[in-house]
């Protein structure tokens, strides 16, 4: 098949796309750098049956695909709020020229959705029936509303053009390949131990997230894509909940590392908790995330080991 991955060079695009090249597919990357990087994509580059394309998905683009996975937008917040028009831009304006493009080629399309979708959420653990809980003008919501507002064209698209959609919601996923830079929780924590520097946690850090391993993720976003299921949207994400200092004293144990820990304050709409409540994905895709988060962790603090400096600074 001609897949195309939008955002292959990010971080889970680069593992997805290697996953698709392996499994034999003609895989082509549309990808603008924006956060981004060749070096993600390296291993694969002079694969014959893998190409990379320069392209910013604002803009429309005329290819041939049976299968799109729309992940280009950039997804730390740090980075998404250092251009909150170009964000919105790309989720919205990327997701329809994308969609347009799946109709055009009866192609099927999987549209990377997340958790921020549920805001700070009211329900614990999050079903994919909640509505959620988002700020529309608060300085989250240009990824946030941007995603929703991709979710609702997904879905327009199926009943009004009988388009072939799949949404995933996709819970915080972590692993190799993640920038140096990238600003999130995790690559922060263990770049931080790693370099001597203190542990900087926001707020007073008990605050929760769910984290899912690249690996697992990879699998359940291909999982979706081929399934028959295209009815809802459909989380996905290791329903493990830790709080952030869970997260400082599991990578102090495994670095061997113990820094210093400094409070800085908690950003703005900050979600205060998230789960992914995941009996769906089980139900329908048959899938379950199987990488413990003590391994996952162990392979990314070893991949920033050896890669200390992959990033944009
Ligand atoms: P990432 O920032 O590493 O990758 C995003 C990629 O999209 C980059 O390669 C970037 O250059 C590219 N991009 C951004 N804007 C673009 C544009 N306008 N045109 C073309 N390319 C563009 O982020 P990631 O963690 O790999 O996330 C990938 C997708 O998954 C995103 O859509 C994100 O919203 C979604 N997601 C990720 C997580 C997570 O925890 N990693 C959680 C929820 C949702
Ligand atoms: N966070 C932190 N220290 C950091 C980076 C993030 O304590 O160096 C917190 C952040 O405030 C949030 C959680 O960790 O509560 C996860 O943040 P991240 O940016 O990874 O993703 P989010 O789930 O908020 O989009």
Redesign the pocket.
């Known amino acids: 098949m001609i897949v195309i991955v939008t955002g292959g060079a990010g971080f889970i695009g680069s593992h997805l796309c290697t996953h698709l090249v392996n499994e034999g597919n003609e895989v082509v990357c549309i990808d603008n750098f924006y956060t981004g990087m060749e070096t993600n994509l390296e291993h694969i580059a002079d694969n014959p049956h893998f190409k990379l394309i320069r392209h910013d998905i604002i803009e429309p683009i005329e290819l041939r695909a049976d299968r799109i996975y729309n992940l280009a937008c950039p997804a ?2 740090v980075h998404y709020q250092a251009d909150p028009i170009r964000t919105i831009k790309t989720s919205v304006f990327g997701a329809l020229n994308m969609l347009e493009f799946a109709r055009k080629n009866s192609a099927r399309m999987l549209q990377a959705s997340t958790s ?1 979708i549920y805001g700070d959420p009211h329900e614990q653990p999050q079903t994919e029936h909640y509505w959620g809980n988002v700020n529309p003008v608060g300085i989250r919501s240009c990824y946030d509303e941007g995603k929703r507002l991709a979710e609702t064209m997904c879905f327009e698209y199926k009943r009004q053009y009988s388009a072939d959609i799949r949404v995933a919601r996709i819970f ?1 996923t972590y692993g190799p390949r993640m920038a140096v830079d990238d ?4 690559p ?2 263990i770049n931080q131990a790693l370099k001597g520097q203190s542990l ?4 007073d ?1 008990s ?1 929760t ?1 769910s984290f899912c391993y690249i690996d697992d993720m990879v699998d359940g976003l291909i999982r979706l894509m081929e399934s028959d299921y295209s009815e809802s949207p459909v989380n996905l994400g290791n329903p493990l909940e830790l709080s ?1 200092l869970d997260v400082v004293e599991l990578i102090q144990k495994l670095t061997g590392i113990k820094g210093e820990v400094v409070f800085r304050k ?2 703005e709409d ?2 205060a908790r ?1 789960k992914p409540d995941i009996s769906l994905a089980r139900r329908v895709l048959n899938w379950n995330p199987k990488v413990s988060i003590e391994k996952g962790m162990r392979e990314t603090i070893e991949y920033f080991r050896q890669e200390p400096h992959i990033g944009h600074d």
């Open positions: 730390s917040p921020e915080n600003g999130r929780v995790v922060n924590l900087t946690v926001y707020g850090g605050q997230r952030i908690l950003p900050d979600p998230r």
